[in-house]
Nanobody
Framework: QVQLVESGGGLVQAGGSLRLSCAAS????????MGWYRQAPGKQRELVAR???????NYADSVKGRFTISRDNAKKMVYLQMNSLKPEDTAVYFC?????????WGQGTQVTVSS
């Protein structure tokens, strides 16, 4: 059974930092591209950051220079370090694992940035 469990969300003031974690089980972790997506109220889910199996990283323009994605294949974990947070970063953040067209999602963790 595939499980992606996010943690680390919360309430933070603008300019602050949070580190999101995603623990994976039930998948061939090192063979999956891993990503973080977010969905704000009334908006579509959007890609925040992605790290491929060969550690290539991609970021949304809105988070470049502020967020860093990383992965630990031995621990089956993916992380999102978020610095200089802005109110517009407020959203539910979802962990995603994708391999050969099959995509799995976590339940999400709420991030709220107050101004």
């Amino acid at each position: 059974q595939v499980q992606l469990v996010e943690s680390g969300g919360g309430l933070v003031q603008a300019g602050g930092s949070l580190r999101l974690s995603c623990a994976a089980s039930g998948i061939f972790f090192s063979g999956n591209d891993m990503g973080w997506y977010r969905q704000a109220p009334g908006k579509q889910r959007e890609l925040v950051a992605r790290i491929t199996t060969d550690y290539t990283r991609n970021y949304a323009d809105s988070v470049k220079g502020r967020f860093t994605i990383s992965r630990d294949n031995a621990k089956k974990m993916v992380y999102l370090q978020m610095n200089s947070l802005k109110p517009e970063d407020t959203a539910v953040y979802f962990c995603n694992a994708e391999r050969r067209g099959i995509s799995n999602w976590g339940q999400g963790t709420q991030v709220t940035v107050s101004s």
